[in-house]
């Protein structure tokens, strides 16, 4: 599909059909193009809980408005975004470093520099912390939904759901933030969309402020 075909067909779909299953080989496909999305100095500070198995998607469903698409869509995805991954020593970190050294984009010397300007940008503030992973794995969290699309599956993100029961029910470090769920799967037979809610305006989007 053209980018722009990508764009306009993306919906966030409420029914799902239960029977009609996506393939290992299908979600790798989607996750690799995903995983094209830029980040700060390359960080990719996102991972990804794959829920299958009924039960679980049956917990997370009951912690997440009763949704019923988080449980009949045959995947259900916990977006994580880690608010570790600027860290000297994190294993993203060190294989970027690494990747980036031999490419000859960075030389050892500037092993410090690079470490001090991730911790300046992200490590200023709590909040910034948190911006920082979530603002990324958001980058992923649409590179991911463009993907599916690309490939003919439905998705649709959530961010209804209880964060820090979901994060007690999964077991899900500290260092850890959910920025979104994301059901993924193949529309219902006989599932007719609406037309395609409003959006902004190129004006409408386009703002000044006085300046003092």
């Known amino acids: 599909m053209k980018y722009e075909d ?52 049956e917990k997370l469903q009951a912690l997440a408005w009763n949704q019923p698409k988080v449980s009949e869509a045959p ?9 570790d991954g600027w860290k000297s020593g994190h294993p993203t970190v060190e294989k970027n470093w690494k990747e980036m050294i031999a490419s000859g984009s960075m030389t050892e010397d500037k092993r410090d520099w690079f470490l001090n300007a991730t911790q300046s940008l992200y490590r200023w503030s709590d909040a910034a912390n948190v911006a920082f992973a979530v603002k990324n794995a958001s980058f992923f969290s649409m590179a991911l939904m463009y993907a ?23 077991n899900i470090p500290d260092n850890f933030w959910i920025p979104v769920l994301i059901s993924l799967g193949y529309r219902k037979p006989g599932v007719e969309l609406h037309d395609s809610k409003w959006r902004k305006t190129v004006e409408d989007i386009k703002i000044t402020f006085p300046e003092g």
Do not use: C
């Open 148 to 170: 599916a699309t690309n490939y003919g599956l439905e998705t649709h993100p959530m961010d209804g759901f209880d964060h820090e029961g979901v994060k007690k029910a999964f």
């Open 75 to 83: 995947i259900t995805l916990i977006v994580l975004a880690d608010m």
């Open 6 to 57: 990508v764009v306009y067909a993306r919906r966030a779909i409420n029914f799902f059909d239960p029977e009609k299953d996506v393939s290992e080989e299908m979600l790798d496909k989607v996750i690799s193009l995903a995983a094209q999305a830029p980040s700060g100095f390359n960080l990719q500070p996102w991972n990804l809980m794959i829920l299958r198995d009924k039960a679980k998607k």
